[in-house]
């Protein structure tokens, strides 16, 4: 058995929706096909969230009714069926009265997350839709049944092993399963979700679950690249990856996959495809255990880092410096990134930056403190790059003409990190597809 996972884009407008339905059923091999809502949605519902949050009904009520017209607009080109039409202008009418009464009740965070789940709900309900009229055998499983995270919002794979076959059993003789990515229930048996971009997640908790064969995610793009296409000319797609070295890929910016989707798969060793529903036939990128091969495979940015340095003459010689350091940052759950240490002080960076007055007050109780912000990590990521040749000498070359804050060497054997300033982002990233993979 195998997942499949579409991408909003994927199913963002209704001849897109026809595609996928013809991706799923290109090979016999029994499938969950896990979907994101249409593009767009999630942002939307967003938006209606927090214009609720404001209190400003009025336009929550502006915002509601623009989406309804949408997904009005969207089933007129998905089926063709009078009958199925007229099912799918039920299941709109039932998410967009929720969406009206929401106007009329007052606002929590419990009501944020069921107002976010509307647009998977409807994606999976109106491509189930489309498969029956296509004549297309399926069922639909619903992820609120089994996806579910404990009290610190973590997936708990043990329950969803275990309800996931409860409910795979209970529909034996189908092949293939429709699900939510990115809602899920909580440990209040509320309706609550995996984080914007989640749905990744959900397709690799699924997949590790089911221990499934491979677990596909299905994009616009033909895989992993070795750049970011949007800043340089030429990229090119990345073969083969292994586990450690798409997690750092994805941490650093490469938006193709949600780093917290990696654990699973590589936990339970289920392979995960990236591939591309616009070139099916495209190889994309296979990230398995193994590497596939040795040297650099790719770089990636990523933006809003803070730098934070303490320096104290205390540090010297002292021991137990850098517990208390790292305690601060532990007690406001803020987590540090990279680290670099000299002998009297010590640099360290976030990426979240909301609990920052609170951390420097703390950390000047052991010396002085300065903060840089609006930095970029440059993350080079390969195999065993740190023992392949000439990598050190080709990178610092490349970017001679940068002012490198901080380096970070040596972690893993899969990662060169370096500090930028958010400015000369654009200009390393092209400096290092040249000096590094002689594309321009
Ligand atoms: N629809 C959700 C989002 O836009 C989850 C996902 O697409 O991965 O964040
Ligand atoms: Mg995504």
Same mark, same amino acid.
């Given at each position: ?24 059923? =290109? ?14 949605? !999630? ?59 929401? /106007? ?21 309900? /109106? ?84 221990? =499934? ?64 529903? /616009? ?35 205390? &540090? ?24 670099? !240490?000299?002998?009297? =002080? ?18 000047? =109780? ?21 023992? !392949? ?16 804050? &901080? ?28 000096? /590094?993979?002689?594309?321009?």
């Amino acid at each position: 058995m195998k997942v499949m996972k579409f991408g909003g884009t994927s199913v963002g407008k209704p001849q897109r929706m026809h595609e996928v339905a013809k991706l799923v059923t =290109a090979d016999e091999e029994p499938k969950i096909v896990v979907l994101s809502a249409l593009s767009g949605t !999630t942002n939307a519902l967003v938006e209606i969230s927090e214009s609720m949050a404001r209190g400003d009904r009025n336009a929550a009520k502006q915002q509601i009714e623009a989406l309804e017209a949408h997904y009005k607009q969207f089933i007129t080109e998905l089926l063709t069926d009078p009958g199925q039409l007229e099912k799918a202008k039920a299941v709109i009418t039932e998410h967009f009265e929720f969406l009206t009464i929401i /106007l009329r009740i007052s606002f929590s965070e419990a009501l944020n997350k069921d107002i976010l789940a509307q647009g998977e709900l409807l994606s999976t309900k /109106l491509f189930s839709l489309y498969l029956e009229e296509a004549h297309i055998d399926h069922v639909l499983i619903p992820a609120l049944e089994f996806m579910t995270i404990d009290g610190n919002d973590e997936p708990q794979i043990g329950t969803i092993k275990v309800k996931l076959s409860q409910l795979l059993q209970r529909n034996k003789e189908k092949k293939i399963f429709i699900t939510q990515g990115y809602i899920s229930r909580n440990a209040r048996g509320e309706v609550d979700n995996l984080k914007r971009g989640g749905s990744d997640y959900s397709a690799s908790l699924i997949a590790a679950a089911i221990n =499934a064969s491979v677990c596909e995610i299905w994009t616009d793009i033909d895989g992993m690249h070795n750049n970011d296409p949007r800043v340089v000319n030429k990229t090119m797609p990345i073969e083969q990856l292994s586990f450690e070295e798409a997690a750092e890929l994805a941490y650093f910016g490469a938006k193709i996959l949600h780093p917290a989707s990696i654990w699973p798969a590589q936990y339970f060793n289920v392979p995960v495809k990236l591939l591309n529903t /616009l070139q099916p036939l495209a190889k994309g990128t296979l990230i398995t255990e193994k590497a596939g091969s040795v040297g650099v495979k790719a770089v990636a940015a990523k933006d809003g880092i803070t730098a934070i340095k303490i320096k104290s003459s205390r &540090m010297l010689l002292a021991y137990g410096f850098l517990r208390k350091v790292f305690e601060v940052f532990e007690k406001y759950r803020t987590s540090i990134d990279m680290i670099t !240490t000299s002998e009297v =002080a010590v640099s360290v960076t976030i990426d979240n930056d909301i609990y920052i007055k609170e951390i420097v007050k703390e950390l000047e =109780a052991y010396g002085a403190v300065e903060l840089d912000t609006n930095q970029t990590i440059v993350s080079i990521v390969g195999n065993e790059i740190t023992e !392949t040749k000439e990598v050190m000498r080709k990178l610092f070359e490349a970017v001679s003409p940068v002012p490198v804050r &901080m380096v970070s060497y040596g972690g893993s054997r899969h990662n060169i990190s370096l500090l930028i300033p958010r400015s000369y982002k654009e200009q390393t990233l092209q400096l290092l597809n040249k000096g /590094l993979f002689g594309l321009e």
